[in-house]
């Protein structure tokens, strides 16, 4: 199953990092990190309010205080954790590349 | 009561020392306490001779450390190094006698501390080629060993346990009064390991706080420095008599002392912003003086003659973040040192464009860079915040620092310069898709070992084009890439068995193992290559690349099993051969690990930007 998820994010990430290939211009590499900072603290807010986040997976998760996402390196590394974890039929990778290409529009469609 | 039991165990002590001194005496005699008699079959006991016993030399080893301490006071105070170097000609063999007797400790330092912290600057040579004479040195040396000795030592129990070394000569210790006298008694005193981690960790500090205040941590000059040859000569003296330069590269070899500093989350960051720095040579002199006023008509020229010491700098970093990785105090501290000097290299980096840390203290990024890779790849995403904490949260996971992209930008900018510096960090990168497949496959996280790579591989590759290397300077990156590629490929895989099962936090000590033969300066370069070049087409030189890696790593998970009697495999090891690119094209449909292996290889290839 696994396996499965890593063709899918393979093919999100051609499409991410196509731009890094590119030797004429150089990437908004600083715009590209702040949407998907925001992105990423949304789309975990969105799965956790919406209960999609397993309380195992949250326990003792110094990131999660009073429900409310708080945006570290803590959740850096449990994000890492979690890349091709699948919450509401999507690996949480593959929630925060869709927040982040529409972001700042992106809403939580849960 | 307690004062006479101590009286009582100090006589015991002096007849007991008494007693195997008189033993020893006998025995240089040619006694021995069992002998045979002539003509008589088995042992007979022999009477020891009679023997005359110093009662000085004997008496309690605490007076001893009081007289020693006295003798070396009065030498000292003469400030005569003519003088000193007599009245201490017995003190090493004392010094070195009495090195693990608590008593002579506490009594010698307690006495001596602070002046003969500053024995070197009392016994140098005010004349000739050598800054000490050879008794000086066994001097310091004698000394330099009882203070690491004496800072290991405890005493008291319970609550009440502490160094046995007195307040006033630690004190004196970090006053930085004479830091460079104190440097040298650690210069020729033992090796690293022979200290205490947290002592040596102080005298560190102190060390670098009395360098960035300016005073005084170069030996004294000589007289009047009247010629060029002078001058450059005291350069060379100031680089071999480096005292700043003699703790940082003690408390390398100890390992956890630098750890101590650097990875101390309160002080750790200003410590690593005093190491990363352009700063790690010799003043150098200004020429001008040396020069006809026709030629310099006056004013303050750049300094030249300028000795390169960042050698133990380099040494230190490294150390700081070599701890082995997992769940230990030491593991944590290694894991803050990795974030504060990637903060410290990211400030120089914005604080000074343009200008390059010395070659040796970039390899130490290099190292840095290369031994937690992973971590870094977790980190290149996100620009939240950095701190050093445990994968995932969770508390029975190995330490891992986090960086912020922001940060991690500045560190490789600094760290990889030249276009063979990219092509070797790429080539070791590339070199970790064997075990990013298998971790990836294994780890009981869902975590995407390849992707990260890729992610970090991305900012690698930004950093580059911000250089705008030419045509002709792709070639070297070329050639280094695969230089290191196949010295990770044929030193690295293979020596790790993938069978254990795969505990949290495997993946991260897998990479780190792997990652420190390809950085090793030693590894072959050469005409392996040219033979391996030799013998392979366009084709196969691709295979080499990446599908190798990738067909290790689906081994070493387990995916994979080769027949027996496979060519391109023995013992575990995938070859590069014909019989490999055949096995390949056979294969490149059947699903390993729920995907084909033309599904890994083009990831791979994507990971790595490889794909043609």
């Given at each position: 199953m696994k396996a499965k998820n890593l063709a899918v994010i393979t093919m999100c990430l051609l499409v991410l990092l196509a731009g890094c290939t590119e030797e004429r211009r150089s990437p908004p590499a600083d715009d590209e990190v702040t949407r998907r900072d925001a992105a990423l603290v949304a789309v975990v807010q969105c799965l956790v309010d919406h209960g999609e986040v397993p309380p195992a997976h949250l326990s003792h998760q110094p990131w999660l205080r009073d429900k409310k996402v708080r945006p570290g390196a803590e959740l850096v590394t449990w994000r890492s954790d979690h890349g091709d974890t699948i919450y509401a039929g999507k690996t949480l990778q593959a929630w925060e590349d869709e927040a982040t290409a529409g972001w700042p529009g992106w809403r939580c469609p849960l | 009561m307690p004062g006479l039991i101590a009286a009582a165990l100090d006589d015991v002590r002096d007849m007991d020392a008494r007693t195997t001194r008189a033993y020893e005496l006998a025995r240089e005699q040619g006694w021995s306490a069992l002998s045979r008699a002539p003509g008589v079959p088995g042992l007979t006991l022999d009477r020891p001779p009679s023997v005359r016993l110093d009662w000085e030399a004997t008496g309690q080893s605490g007076n001893q450390g009081k007289r020693d301490a006295e003798t070396l006071a009065a030498a000292l105070a003469a400030k005569n190094p003519e003088e000193a170097r007599t009245a201490l000609l017995g003190l090493p063999e004392s010094l070195q006698r009495h090195l693990a007797d608590e008593d002579y400790q506490a009594a010698f330092w307690a006495g001596a501390g602070p002046l003969a912290l500053r024995a070197a600057r009392a016994l140098y040579e005010r004349t000739g080629s050598a800054l000490f004479?050879?008794?000086?040195?066994?001097?310091?040396?004698?000394?330099?060993?009882?203070?690491?000795?004496?800072?290991?030592?405890?005493?008291?129990?319970?609550?009440?346990?502490?160094?046995?070394?007195?307040?006033?000569?630690?004190?004196?210790?970090?006053?930085?009064?004479?830091?460079?006298?104190?440097?040298?008694?650690?210069?020729?005193?033992?090796?690293?390991?022979?200290?205490?981690?947290?002592?040596?960790?102080?005298?560190?500090?102190?060390?670098?706080?009395?360098?960035?205040?300016?005073?005084?941590?170069?030996?004294?000059?000589?007289?009047?420095?009247?010629?060029?040859?002078?001058?450059?000569?005291?350069?060379?003296?100031?680089?071999?008599?480096?005292?700043?330069?003699?703790?940082?590269?003690?408390?390398?070899?100890?390992?956890?002392?630098?750890?101590?500093?650097?990875?101390?989350?309160?002080?750790?960051?200003?410590?690593?912003?005093?190491?990363?720095?352009?700063?790690?040579?010799?003043?150098?002199?200004?020429?001008?003086?040396?020069?006809?006023?026709?030629?310099?008509?006056?004013?303050?020229?750049?300094?030249?003659?300028?000795?390169?010491?960042?050698?133990?700098?380099?040494?230190?970093?490294?150390?700081?973040?070599?701890?082995?990785?997992?769940?230990?105090a030491d593991a944590k501290e290694s894991a803050w040192s990795v974030v504060h000097i990637v903060q410290a290299t990211a400030e120089f980096s914005k604080l000074h464009p343009g200008t390059h840390l010395p070659e040796e203290i970039r390899g130490s990024l290099l190292y840095v860079a290369g031994r937690y890779l992973p971590d870094f790849a977790q980190s290149v995403n996100h620009n939240f915040a950095s701190g050093a904490l445990q994968q995932g949260n969770k508390s029975t996971n190995p330490w891992v620092p986090i960086n912020k992209l922001d940060e991690l930008e500045g560190f490789f900018t600094q760290a990889l310069q030249k276009p063979e510096e990219f092509g070797a960090f790429k080539g070791l990168m590339a070199s970790r898709v064997s075990v990013a497949v298998a971790a990836t496959i294994h780890d009981p996280s869902d975590r995407n070992y390849l992707r990260e790579m890729g992610g970090l591989f991305g900012l690698i590759q930004r950093v580059e084009n911000t250089h705008h290397f030419e045509g002709e300077l792709r070639v070297d990156e070329e050639a280094a890439k695969n230089q290191m590629l196949l010295a990770t490929a044929s030193g690295g895989f293979g020596a790790l068995s993938f069978s254990n099962p795969f505990g949290p936090g495997t993946m991260a000590q897998i990479f780190t193992a792997l990652g420190t033969p390809a950085l090793n300066e030693a590894f072959d370069t050469g005409h392996a290559l040219k033979a391996l070049k030799a013998n392979m087409d366009a084709s196969r030189h691709q295979v080499f690349q990446v599908e190798v890696p990738v067909v290790q790593g689906l081994v070493d998970a387990g995916a994979v099993h080769p027949r027996p009697n496979a060519s391109w495999v023995s013992n575990g090891r995938v070859i590069p051969n014909a019989a490999l690119v055949d096995w390949i094209s056979l294969h490149a449909d059947t699903r390993y690990a729920g995907r084909s292996l033309t599904d890994w290889i083009t990831e791979a290839q994507t990971a790595m930007r490889m794909q043609q």
């Open positions: - | 004479s050879a008794e000086s040195v066994s001097v310091l040396r004698a000394l330099g060993a009882s203070l690491a000795a004496a800072g290991q030592m405890r005493v008291g129990t319970g609550k009440d346990r502490r160094p046995l070394l007195p307040d006033a000569t630690r004190a004196a210790l970090t006053a930085n009064s004479d830091p460079w006298s104190v440097g040298m008694l650690v210069k020729y005193g033992p090796e690293g390991r022979s200290w205490d981690s947290r002592f040596l960790a102080d005298l560190t500090r102190a060390m670098l706080d009395a360098r960035a205040a300016g005073k005084t941590i170069w030996p004294p000059a000589r007289g009047p420095l009247e010629t060029d040859a002078d001058a450059s000569r005291h350069q060379r003296l100031m680089a071999e008599y480096d005292a700043v330069g003699a703790v940082l590269q003690r408390a390398a070899e100890n390992g956890m002392a630098a750890r101590h500093v650097l990875g101390d989350q309160t002080t750790g960051l200003k410590y690593a912003r005093m190491l990363v720095s352009d700063s790690w040579h010799t003043p150098g002199y200004d020429p001008g003086p040396f020069l006809s006023s026709y030629v310099h008509p006056g004013g303050v020229l750049p300094p030249i003659g300028q000795v390169d010491l960042s050698a133990p700098t380099a040494a230190f970093l490294k150390a700081a973040v070599s701890a082995e990785r997992g769940t230990s």
